[in-house]
C-alpha cells in the first residue's frame, strides 16, 4: 500500500521565521511528487517535483526532492501571516496519474 | 466561466437518501478526479476517469458510483448515504497522465449526512 507521511502534523511559528516541512513516502511506480497549499478552500498547487536534488523555488517558498532517501521538503522563509495554511504532499503513481496525500501539516503564522 | 467547477457547494442530506455531486471542467482535460477529505486522513481518491466512459476505482470507491459521459462532467452519486460519507468532497481535473501533469482541484462540496 502506498503511503505518504507528513512532518510535522502542526506547526506555530512568528512572522518572519523559516520553516521546513518534511514529506517521505513509500511507494511502488513512484513517478513525481507534488505540494499544494489549501486555505479555506480547495488545494492549489505549488510546486512538482520529477529529479532529485534539483531545487524548485518560487518567492519564498522552495522544495526539493531527494529519491534515493524517499523525502522531500518544502522551506518557506521570512514566513507571512498570509503562509497560514494546511501544506499537502502527495506522490503520484502510475500511468493514471494517481495521487496519494499526505495528511497534511498546518502552519499557523502569528504576528 | 472557465476552470472547475463543483455544486452544490453545500449539502445536508439523511442516511439512505441517494444524493449526486457534479463536477464541471472547462478544460478539456482528459483525466478527472473525485477525493473526499477528512480529518486525520487526508484526501483520499475515490474514482478516476481517463477519458469519458473510462473510470476506475481509488482507494475508498464504496457506496459511490460515477459516470462520465462527456469530458467536461465527472458526477458523483451516494446510491444510499451514510453518516460516514459525511466529508467535504472535491473533483479534480489533470490535462493528461503521467507525471508531468498537476491536478487542479474544483472549490469543494461539503456533505453532511445526518
Known amino acids: 500500500e502506498d503511503k505518504v507521511v507528513q512532518s510535522p502534523l502542526s506547526l506555530v511559528v512568528h512572522e518572519g521565521d523559516t520553516v521546513t516541512l518534511n514529506c517521505s513516502y513509500e511507494?511502488?511506480?513512484?513517478?513525481?511528487l507534488l505540494w499544494y497549499k489549501q486555505e479555506k478552500k480547495a488545494p492549489t498547487f505549488l510546486f512538482m517535483l520529477?529529479?532529485?536534488?534539483i531545487e524548485k523555488k518560487s518567492g519564498r517558498l522552495s522544495s526539493i526532492l531527494d529519491k534515493k532517501e524517499l523525502f522531500s521538503i518544502l522551506n518557506i522563509t521570512a514566513t507571512q501571516t498570509g503562509d497560514s495554511a494546511i501544506y499537502l504532499c502527495?506522490?503520484?503513481?502510475?500511468?493514471?496519474?494517481?495521487?496519494?496525500f499526505g495528511t497534511g501539516t498546518r502552519l499557523q503564522v502569528t504576528l | 466561466d472557465a476552470g472547475i467547477t463543483q455544486s452544490p457547494r453545500y449539502k445536508i442530506t439523511e442516511t439512505g437518501r441517494q444524493v449526486t455531486l457534479m463536477c464541471h471542467q472547462t478544460?478539456?482535460?482528459?483525466?478527472m478526479f473525485w477525493y473526499r477529505q477528512d480529518l486525520g486522513h487526508g484526501l483520499r481518491l475515490i474514482y478516476y476517469?481517463?477519458?469519458?466512459?473510462?473510470?476506475d476505482k481509488g482507494e475508498v470507491p464504496d457506496g459511490y458510483v460515477v459516470s462520465r459521459s462527456k469530458t467536461e462532467n465527472f458526477p458523483l452519486t451516494l446510491e444510499s448515504a451514510t453518516r460516514s460519507q459525511t466529508s467535504v468532497y472535491f473533483c479534480?481535473?489533470?490535462?493528461?497522465?503521467?507525471?508531468?501533469?498537476?491536478?487542479?482541484f474544483g472549490p469543494g462540496t461539503r456533505l453532511t449526512v445526518t
Open positions: 479534480a481535473s489533470s490535462y493528461s497522465g503521467g507525471e508531468y501533469y498537476e491536478q487542479y
Open positions: 511507494v511502488t511506480n513512484f513517478r513525481s
Open positions: 520529477t529529479s532529485s536534488g
Open positions: 502527495a506522490v503520484v503513481t502510475g500511468t493514471a496519474s494517481k495521487l496519494t
Open positions: 478544460w478539456s482535460h482528459s483525466y
Open positions: 476517469s481517463a477519458a469519458a466512459d473510462i473510470t
